[in-house]
């Protein structure tokens, strides 16, 4: 078992930046590719980014792309979502995933945290 918690999230004015944090426990962390998904209100949970168990491969929604950027701390058994130039349309609860691929479908996930609300105010 792998549990998560997110963390980091709140109410930002658009250009903004806010830092997610997800804090893993259980089973080895360095094991497993994390993923950062969204949902917004009425809307189906969609690909944030994602990262290798390593470290060295991030991947990245085109809405997103130049404007996030995801990291990881293995001695912290820490993943983060650093979010840049926020937009209204960027508001949503953030969710972080563990799983044994870091890729955008939802299914490839084994474990996720509870999520954390981002609001990104006009």
């Known amino acids: 078992q792998v549990q998560l918690v997110e963390s980091g999230g709140g109410l930002v004015q658009a250009g903004g930046s806010l830092r997610l944090s997800c804090a893993a426990s259980?089973?080895?962390?360095?094991?497993?590719?994390m993923g950062w998904f969204r949902q917004a209100p009425g809307k189906e949970r969609e690909f944030v980014g994602a990262i290798s168990w390593s470290g060295g491969i991030t991947s990245y929604a085109d809405s997103v792309k130049g404007r996030f950027t995801i990291s990881r701390d293995a001695a912290k058994n820490t993943v983060y979502l650093q979010m840049n130039s926020l937009k209204p349309e960027d508001t949503a609860v953030y969710y972080c995933a563990a799983g044994p691929t870091g890729t955008a479908t939802i299914s490839a996930y084994n474990y996720w945290g509870q999520g954390t609300q981002v609001t990104v105010s006009s």
């Open positions: 259980g089973r080895t962390f360095s094991n497993y590719a």
